[in-house]
């Protein structure tokens, strides 16, 4: 079944680590998304590419970095730069022409 | 830019009972709406989607939700809850080009007691 895949779901990383959260996805879907998910801020989005080799920051950039080499793949670093990294974390996808989103399962990562 | 406000963050309903949760959202034209479902460390699942057309869409589950322009709401309803639904819901707004990207309210928590 197609779908996106999002490894691992529990990660831990001691603070000033450089982490990356991966995203995969075969539904064929031209964009993709990370999303951040705090208690009782719903999502505020990261980063988003429209096509490979291409991305742009969004709302809360800051700290991290996102490369885009192949179609199926958004994988998202948390850099030490990132003051808060303990979060929820969530990949999406779209394709063109449809606007609503596929999400993967998510990652929770917790830096100590 | 648009934005989105879901002004209860917390609702409890009986089993059979109706829903309705409230989605408001601020934005110059007409966006796309969305509603999601998310349960406890899971991804989020569409319920729904307006884009244009009839103002009362039907979605999976028994959910539905209504377009209102006057009021720029964009209301979750369900005639009558079951056990299941208990989760979190977000409604999220959206726009062509730019990306297509999504703005999202801060959620709804639906607790449901038998």
């Known amino acids: 079944d197609g779908g996106i895949t999002q490894s691992p779901k529990y990660l831990f990383r001691k603070e000033g680590q450089n982490v990356t959260l991966s995203c995969e996805q075969n539904l064929n879907h031209d964009a993709m998304y990370w999303y951040r998910q705090d208690p009782g801020q719903g999502l505020r989005l990261i980063y988003y590419s429209q096509i490979v080799n291409d991305f742009q920051k969004g709302d809360i950039a800051e700290g991290y970095s996102v490369s885009r080499e192949k179609k199926e793949s958004f994988p998202l670093t948390v850099t030490s730069a990132q003051k808060n990294p303990t979060a929820f974390y969530l990949c999406?996808?779209?394709?063109?022409?449809?606007?609503?989103?596929?999400f993967g399962s998510g990652t929770r990562l917790t830096v100590v | 830019a648009q934005s989105v406000t879901q002004p209860d963050i917390h609702i409890t309903v009986s089993e059979g009972a109706s829903l309705e949760l409230r989605c408001n959202y601020s934005?110059?034209?007409?966006?796309?709406l969305f509603w999601y479902v998310q349960s406890p460390g899971q991804g989020l699942q569409l319920l729904l989607k307006?884009?244009?057309?009839?103002?009362l869409v039907q979605g999976i589950k028994g959910f539905e939700a209504e377009f209102k322009r006057s009021q720029s709401s964009f209301n979750l309803r369900k005639p009558s809850v079951h056990w299941s639904d208990a989760a979190e819901y977000f409604c999220a707004v959206g726009l062509t080009g730019g990306g297509n990207k999504l703005t999202f309210g801060t959620g709804t928590q639906l607790k449901v007691e038998l």
């Open positions: 934005y110059g034209a007409t966006p796309y």
């Open positions: 307006y884009f244009s057309g009839d103002t």
């Open positions: 999406a996808s779209r394709a063109a022409g449809e606007d609503g989103y596929t």
